[in-house]
């Protein structure tokens, strides 16, 4: 059976005071931008310690948001599994819009985004051997992929969209490893060193991008007033609940393995040190314990509450794993000249919450989800509605 697709009027007042809101937070995010860009990233919480805050935590958090929508998009569009084609379009474009907004994120953490055509001079004013050099053609190519996977599925030619999807999911992975590589190859600084980081990125990318897909699509539908199976819901959930579990068995692994070693005082300090609840009560917590609890138990598993608040907890735990390598991880004094001195002073770093920085966070967040309700107004990303559907008028606004 054919299914016909719709955009929303956008004409209700709760639709344009979330516009008008949105708008208010673009607004923001220039003015947050131009004091830091004014006055120095010292308005913001790092330093000489700790030169990775906020914005590098969202950035990695948002490309694995990307990729965990592309490849769930992958379920309808490369599996042909018929049961998750009303939110194939909407991961697609989901997708975009993360990896957009993940730009967003290391541009202005440049400090001079305006010399950001420098990281896209291939061969030329790039060190090639360097993965941040490496990683910038892997974003090019991806956000180019999953433009035209979106313009063939809009035009239904499906074969093609099918061919561009394999290569799409099969790029967001390297995409995705590409960046967890960033980190575990870095030899020097424990927390982050491990041949497996880049398998772990992927595995933690599947389990928030399939959380956030699973409340994004609650929302939106209900808002929208379109019907949404159970079944979808549940299935993405059964699905979440395999990922964590790998997950898991990654993180205790990779856990293990740094105790193992003699040189364990970075592992120990992330356990037990300033930030030690990054780590236990949004990394492990809210990552792995309750959405495992919630989408295992008998009384919940079942229920559409039980599911969302598993994905709700996942979403915000995986931000809580990117911070616990981000902070934690650059936080803990490096030995320089061991049994001398570690790392600057000796003593490990401290991570202030600054305004600015939190403003700019949350501003850049806002564009992304300005772009996806405007998406809503202007494309034909939702099914229509039961009764558009009858009509067979494709197409046909729904009121928003």
């Known amino acids: 059976m054919e ?70 998009s992958s379920l309808s569009y490369v599996f042909k599994k018929e049961i998750y084609e009303p939110i194939g379009r909407m991961a697609v474009f989901m997708g975009i819009l993360l990896m957009v907004g993940a730009m967003f994120f290391v541009m202005v953490d440049l400090g001079r985004p305006e010399k950001a055509w420098r990281l896209f001079m291939y061969f030329y004013l790039n060190n090639m051997t360097s993965l941040f050099a490496i990683n910038s053609i892997f974003y090019t190519g991806y956000i180019t992929l999953m433009l035209v996977y979106l313009w063939l599925i809009f035009e239904g030619k499906k074969r093609l969209a099918t061919i561009i999807g394999t290569i799409d999911v099969l790029w967001a992975v390297a995409v995705h490893m590409g960046t967890g590589a960033i980190f575990g190859l870095i030899g020097n600084r424990e927390i982050y060193f491990s041949p497996i980081k880049p398998f772990e990125f992927l595995t933690a990318a599947l389990t928030s991008g399939t959380s956030l897909i699973i409340l994004t699509a609650v929302v939106t539908f209900k808002l929208t007033r379109r019907t949404l199976s159970d079944e979808l819901i549940f299935s993405l959930g059964r699905l979440l609940t395999g990922i964590i579990i790998i997950l898991l068995v990654m993180v205790f692994t990779d856990k293990l393995t740094h105790l193992y070693f003699p040189n364990r005082e970075a592992t120990v300090y992330l356990f037990t040190g300033n930030y030690w609840w990054i780590f236990w009560i949004f990394q492990i917590g809210m990552g792995i314990v309750l959405p495992l609890i919630l989408l295992i138990h008998p009384k919940t598993k079942k229920t559409l509450r039980g599911v969302v608040m598993a994905a709700a907890s996942v979403v915000l735990g995986v931000f809580g794993e990117r911070a616990a390598l981000v902070i934690p991880g650059t936080a803990h004094p490096q030995p320089f000249f061991p049994g001398q001195i570690e790392g600057p002073w000796g003593e490990p770093g401290i991570f202030p919450i600054t305004l600015w920085e939190t403003l700019l966070s949350l501003s850049i967040v806002s564009i992304v989800v300005l772009l996806f309700v405007l998406g809503l107004r202007y494309l034909e990303i939702l099914p229509a509605r039961a009764e558009e559907a009858s009509s067979a008028t494709p197409g046909a606004a729904a009121q928003a």
């Open 3 to 72: 299914r016909h697709y719709s955009t929303i009027e956008g004409t209700s007042k709760g639709y344009k005071v979330l516009v008008i809101l949105l708008g208010v937070m673009v607004g923001i995010f220039i003015i947050s931008f131009l004091v830091a860009y004014l006055k120095g990233q010292q308005v913001w919480g790092v330093n000489n310690i700790i030169p990775w805050g906020q914005l590098i935590t969202f950035y990695i958090f948002f490309i694995g948001l990307s990729a965990g929508a592309i490849i769930i």
